[in-house]
């Protein structure tokens, strides 16, 4: 039995389903190199903003484990430390195997139409994930929850950026709200995928030994990733490809193994990122999840994975 994890997706073959989450391991660019080294399947660049950010004070990202030394899940506040969009779109022109994605998350509206309106005039940049969904910055708030809001940013921005767009999600919780949320999104033809999801935000992690906080930005509050998530997160894949089924899902949360990966693809997700687990693995979580999904797909007797994509089954 032969396995081919291949997937077209907007024009192009994606030899993996597995890459990067925005935020790990692409910040500079011998960090995004490795990814294109490693066999993830793509690579995403840090969220840019209009100028280079430090980011949040440090320390500012924190993996929980269990007493047996495995991860649980991770708190961050990172704060959109990036290298400028520039530097990004600079990236894009040199040569690699496999697809870059640029993570998008201006300050403001207007950063966003700066940076997407010259994106949209340069031919290399192919594929942007914007980012409406960072819990991390101060007195900013995550434009994805305010479904008025998010709905004008993507009236202005798609008006300048023409190409293909995904959009970054907060986690959403209610029917209710994936319900209009997708009703939003499916007004854009351009909007091609969404990335669901981000972490969840400002959740506080302490250390009773020490009664403190473990993080220094905002008093301990941060986005949690990991185990943690991946409920939320299957959730969120499965309800927006039901809701927007014209529109590829990118699965992101609390991805460990390959059983994990095949969930999110069983889910409906197109692509899938890592974040929390790539953080403490290192790039050599690739090869393992690979192995992994293949060793479940040929127990399965699944040669692609459209043979089981989306087609999570009901009782
Ligand atoms: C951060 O840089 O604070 C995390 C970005 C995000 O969660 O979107």
Request: contains cysteine; proline residues 5%.
């Amino acid at each position: 039995m032969s396995i081919n994890l291949g997937t077209r997706f907007l024009g192009k073959l994606i030899k993996s389903p597995i890459y990067n989450a925005s935020g790990v391991h692409c910040v500079t660019f011998p960090q995004l190199d490795e990814l294109a080294m490693s066999s993830a399947g793509a690579l995403i660049t840090k969220s840019c903003t209009v100028n280079y950010r430090d980011g949040n004070p440090k320390p500012r990202y924190y993996d929980m484990v269990n007493e047996e030394g495995k991860q649980l899940g991770s708190i961050n506040s990172s704060g959109l430390p990036n290298l400028s969009y520039k530097a990004y779109q600079e990236y894009a022109h040199k040569k690699r195997d496999k697809p870059l994605f640029i993570s998008v998350s201006g300050m403001n509206l207007g950063e966003n139409l700066q940076i997407l309106g010259e994106f949209n005039e340069d031919p290399y940049v192919e594929l942007v994930e914007l980012n409406l969904s960072c819990p991390n910055i101060v007195g900013k708030p995550q434009t994805g929850y305010c479904f008025e809001d998010m709905e004008k940013m993507l009236n202005e921005v798609t008006k300048i950026y023409k190409k293909p767009l995904g959009i970054k999600l907060p986690p959403y919780f209610d029917m209710v709200h994936f319900k209009t949320a997708a009703e939003i999104f499916n007004k854009f033809q351009t909007i091609r995928f969404l990335t669901c999801c981000n972490s969840l935000g400002n959740g506080l992690v302490i250390d009773s030994e020490s009664e403190s906080v473990v993080i220094k930005p905002k008093n301990g509050f941060g986005g949690i990733g990991g185990i943690y998530i991946k409920p939320t997160a299957l959730a969120n894949v499965h309800a927006f490809s039901k809701l927007c089924p014209d529109k590829h899902i990118i699965g992101c949360g609390g991805v460990q193994n390959g059983k994990d990966v095949f969930e999110h693809i069983l889910c409906g997700a197109s692509l899938v990122q890592v974040g929390s687990a790539l953080y403490r693995e290192g790039l050599s979580i690739f090869d393992r999840l690979t192995e992994e999904l293949e060793e479940i797909m040929t127990i399965k007797g699944y040669e692609t994975l459209s043979d089981f994509r989306g087609k999570l089954k009901y009782l």
